[in-house]
């Protein structure tokens, strides 16, 4: 006889299509899983990332917001992108009470992080704009030393930009290459440039590069993030620490929101956009948003 039964979702986030952006299944933990269920379930789906929705009295929820766990196959995560935008959508049309005025409040291991989320019309997708923390900037590195870990030259690193780790939540190091021919050669050598990374307080490289052809307001980029020895379709958390990177460099303006594609390379084009504020010496107000298209729904049967 089955004990649990519980309720999932996977959806498509920073897409409106569906079998486009980056895969992510939603749990509904109804039944007080432990750490160790929660991580096999995530084996399990074998996605980048599953979510669980573990909901509180309404009372606690209001105060501190609906509480959410983020697990790769391997490990639990602080913080996320791509899985906050998702299970906000899912509290959304779901659950309309964690709704209010328009914003769903996530409580993750890295602090509460707030979701708004809008319908749009003709579009079965769902429009969710995350706040994320203030980044935190930590070492610039040194170009010579990040070219050949990411298996380029470091004539392809743009030199009027250096590579510098950046956290809003989950620490990554930011690499401005200066095309997308450049881009397109990416391979990160995983072995050592996880130790390498590990030594200077990051976790990945995020690769970004400028697209030939600009959007209207003059800023399109696209982006890589490979990772344990495959590709990531999108990634938020480290996207919310690439904008910020760009606005305190100077090379995004102060609160104008820029287009970043990801995933392309891999057939699961992604569409992120990105915002940030620069006060003084503080980058502030990063907002990474996209939107979110329902795929499946379905249940665990666990014993």
């Known amino acids: 006889m089955m ?10 986030v920073f897409t409106e299509e569906p079998l486009k952006g980056n895969p992510l299944a939603v749990v509904m933990n109804t039944c007080g899983l432990e750490t ?11 996605l980048s990332e599953t979510t669980f929705i573990e909901r509180r009295s309404p009372e606690v929820e209001r105060a501190e917001g609906v509480r959410v766990r983020i697990f790769t196959p391997r490990e639990e995560l602080p913080f996320a992108g791509h899985p906050t935008l998702g299970t906000a959508s899912v509290l959304a049309e779901f659950m309309p009470e964690t709704l209010l005025d328009g914003i769903v409040r996530l409580a993750l291991n890295v602090g509460p992080v707030p ?8 579009s079965t997708s769902l429009f969710g704009e995350m706040t994320q923390r203030d ?7 040194n170009a010579p030393e990040v070219a050949p870990l990411l298996g380029l030259a470091v004539e392809n690193l743009d030199p009027a ?15 401005v290459l200066r095309s997308l021919e450049a881009l397109a050669g990416l ?30 307001n003059g800023t399109k980029y696209r982006a890589r993030m490979q990772f344990y020895g495959g590709e990531d379709p999108a990634t938020g958390s480290a996207a919310g620490c690439a904008i910020g990177y760009l606005v305190a460099k100077g090379a995004v303006p102060s609160g104008m929101r820029i287009h970043l594609r990801q995933g392309v390379e891999i057939g699961r084009p ?6 940030a504020r620069r006060e003084s010496a503080r980058v502030t107000d990063i907002r990474v948003a996209g939107s979110t298209v329902l795929v499946a729904k379905g249940r665990l049967f666990l014993p």
Do not use: C
């Open 135 to 141: 980044p935190e900037f930590g070492l610039e590195l």
């Open 187 to 216: 391979k990160v050598d995983q072995e050592a440039a996880t130790a390498w990374l590990r030594e200077r307080v990051a976790r990945w490289f995020y690769v970004l590069a400028p697209e030939p052809v600009q959007s209207e």
């Open 36 to 46: 160790a269920q929660m991580q096999a379930i995530a084996r399990e789906f074998n």
């Open 115 to 122: 979701v708004r989320v809008e319908g749009r019309a003709g």
């Open 270 to 275: 992604s569409d992120i956009f990105l915002s």
């Open 161 to 175: 930009l250096t590579p510098q780790v950046v956290s809003t939540g989950n620490p990554f190091a930011i690499v």
């Open 3 to 12: 004990a649990a039964n519980l309720e999932y979702f996977l959806l498509d």
